[in-house]
């Protein structure tokens, strides 16, 4: 039951993946991400529901499109699957995280809480991989993305929290999505030419997720932003593929942080407290 619940989890994220493929495309543009049809970029031939199944159509195609023949790039079936995988892990996070309880409850109430719960994860995984797609070809957080993510985020949390019973956890969000937010908001003044405006936006959504989790989620979550994006820039850098001045996108290592303190900030802040013989 359990494994078909996961892999079930990651086939209806492959469907996500498929459409966030559109949004990736579009909304750097300016574009709508209903109409028209996606179509081949090249004959303008729109492509058939029996092409557009995630993964296997491309590889039924060998990466090209059916009418002109002109190669199809691997990262959409790469989104589709990556998105897939992604949302897996997020299902069995739900099923065996310490962080969360009362999945596997009978009770009515609690089990729709843990499901509210991962409509929220899941929903801000879809937003992840999107924003960080998006961030590494454009290096921007576009608004059309982020600022919905707040009230999104915003309702699904409180819903999930109190059908839970546990209503100290918004506390725990509101404070979190303040305090990440003023810490990226005092960057950005203090160094604009390294932090931007939609990198505070984002901290406040991803805040309000962490702060959610706890404590630890959102202490490991958001030093491991700065960790992750310095080990990275410092690479690029060594290897002279980037000089000390050159721009790089932060707001994947924000989001690959973020999800490193959703998975085991718990217990990565545990060891580190219980170095000093602080562990609860």
Known sequence: MVSLFVTGTGLFGSLIGSFLNVVIFRVPAGRSIVSPASACGRCGARIRAWDNVPVLSWLVLRGRCRDCQVPISARYPLVELGTAVFFACVAAWMLFGVSTSGFGSTTGKLVAGQLVTLVAFLYLAAVSVSLAMIDLDTQTLPNRIVLPAYP??????????????????????????????????????????????????????????????????????????????????????????????????????????????????????NGYLSLFGLAS
Do not use: H
């Open 152 to 269: 999104v985020a915003a309702i699904l949390l409180i819903v999930a929290a109190l059908l839970s019973g546990e209503p100290a956890r918004l506390f725990g969000a509101l404070a979190g999505g303040a305090a990440l937010f003023g810490v990226y908001l005092l960057l950005a003044l203090a160094y604009p030419a390294g932090m931007g405006l939609g990198d505070v936006k984002l901290a406040g959504v991803l805040g309000l997720y962490l702060g959610w989790l706890g404590w630890g989620e959102l202490a490991v979550g958001g030093f491991a932003a700065f960790l992750l994006g310095g080990l990275f820039a410092i690479g690029l850098v060594v290897t002279r593929k980037a000089t000390r001045k050159s721009g790089i996108p932060f707001g994947p290592w924000m989001l690959a942080g973020a999800w490193l303190g959703i998975f085991y900030g718990d217990q990565i802040a």
